[in-house]
């Protein structure tokens, strides 16, 4: 950062992440308004407007439009695409679970693991003033950066692997049907190490929820964590709820269908509600389990969703429930609240920072099944509190906005920039 007329200039700052999601191109968006982006690296940037798209199986164009960066420029994206492209056609068969599988090479972790490698080389000429990295894909990068003296900024996005590991070790001994629904477990003793490495060569440590921040205790100094919500996406106009009491509540899950989100907890308040309630499940079946199984037949799901049909799904939904056993934020809570979708959530949903019990949704207990149907319930007998909720959703997705993130996290790592 140089001084120019008296003031400094805005730091160059590469941010990098292979694999992106909605925070991510707010996050680069957010450095590029402010002439902040020196470069964003990531694995695939795809262009929307490509003439491939007509070519390409549906599934994959939904697949490959999640990785399109509108906001960032064209001149300032570096791709490293080989590994996670391989990974993304390899499919469903045997052979290709094996080649994902694990920690090898086409795995995420192996994609993390080469494309961090990568941007490490760049750091050297390219000469930022700092780098800002995600979770599990900054270690090379960091010791580069640290050798030339550069800042060192990490985006701890879910909770801390110790806190979860061993969350998912009581889970596993509490509801034993459900324990091949409990990924994680098996991470090597190698993979978590480097996530500790990454942390303690951080310099500050952003995280998006007060949860994480509690995860953390005893592994990061609280003075290097900064907590910066994720935003909202914009109102979509909604026709008011009907108060029909006759009508099921239409209940609404979005997520990998897997025990560390609840579902079994979700399932089992399903079960206890009868014609109460209609169920719509949207996210893959993780392994094959009695229970998610029988559900995926019995209600509506689907596997996967463009981001546009998830919001669709939401604007015919009345209620989201997300009963994470550790969730680091949860961009579904937002958006379902700008779609005017009361949620109910638990403590360990990072996203619950947001919603005041019994004003834009609840706050239940993890791993209890009677208070979601107890608060469902609640919703199917008065529609009148539901339809008031919904409009306080959206009001709280208004004052919870991206425009407002974009702001909070440039101020917030300017401000770690400079700190010395």
């Known amino acids: 950062m140089e001084a120019q007329s008296g003031k400094m200039s805005e730091p160059r700052v590469l941010i990098s992440h292979p694999t992106g999601n909605q925070n991510v191109r707010n996050a680069v968006a957010s450095l590029a308004e402010r002439g902040m982006l020196a470069e964003f690296w990531t694995a695939v940037a795809w262009n929307t407007q490509s003439g491939w798209n007509r070519l390409l199986p549906s599934g994959m164009r939904t697949l490959l439009e999640r990785r399109a960066y509108p906001d960032a420029p064209g001149e300032r994206i570096r791709c490293v695409p080989s590994r996670e492209l391989i990974r993304l056609s390899a499919g469903s068969t045997a052979f290709g679970r094996f080649l994902t599988s694990s920690e090898r090479p086409f795995s995420i972790i192996g994609v993390y693991r080469h494309f961090d490698g990568q941007v490490a080389r760049r750091v050297r000429s390219l ?33 801390y692997w110790y806190w979860v590991r061993d969350l998912l070790k009581q889970e596993a001994e509490r509801s034993p049907a459900m324990v091949e629904l409990l990924p994680n477990l098996a991470d090597s003793a190698e993979h978590l190490a480097r996530k500790d490495e990454e942390l303690s060569l951080a310099d500050t440590v952003f995280v998006a929820s007060e949860h ?11 003075e290097k964590i900064r907590v910066v919500h994720y935003g909202a996406p914009e109102i979509r106009p909604r026709e008011p709820i009907a108060v029909d009491p006759e009508r099921p509540l239409r209940v609404l899950f979005v997520g990998v269908l897997v025990q560390h989100k609840g579902i079994g907890y979700l399932l089992d308040a399903i079960d206890r509600l009868g014609s109460r309630v209609d169920l719509t499940l949207v996210g893959k079946r993780f392994h094959p389990n009695p229970r998610v199984d029988e559900a995926c037949r019995r209600w509506r799901w689907f596997e996967t969703l463009s981001h546009r049909q998830v919001l669709d799904v939401m604007m015919d939904s009345d209620v989201l429930v997300l009963p994470s056993l550790g969730e680091g934020f949860g961009l579904v809570v937002t958006e379902a609240l700008a779609c005017g979708l009361p949620a109910i959530v638990t403590p360990s949903v990072g996203a619950s920072d947001l919603i005041h019990d019994g004003q834009e949704g609840f706050v239940v207990p993890v791993c ?4 979601i149907a107890e608060r469902l319930d609640t919703l199917y007998r008065d529609r009148k509190l539901l339809a ?5 959703a959206q009001e709280a997705a208004a004052k919870d906005s991206w425009a407002s993130y974009r702001v909070n996290y440039a101020d917030t790592l300017r401000a770690a920039v400079a700190c010395q």
Request: a positive charge; glycine letters at 10%.
């Open 127 to 159: 000469r930022p003033d700092a780098v800002y990295c995600y979770e599990g894909g900054a270690l090379e990068t960091f010791r580069e950066a640290k050798r030339l003296g550069i800042k060192t900024i990490y985006e701890q996005t879910s909770s």
């Open 212 to 222: 994480v921040r509690r995860t953390l205790v005893g592994a990061v100094p609280d």
């Open 368 to 371: 209890s099944a009677g208070a």
């Open 388 to 392: 008031a909720m919904s409009r306080r």
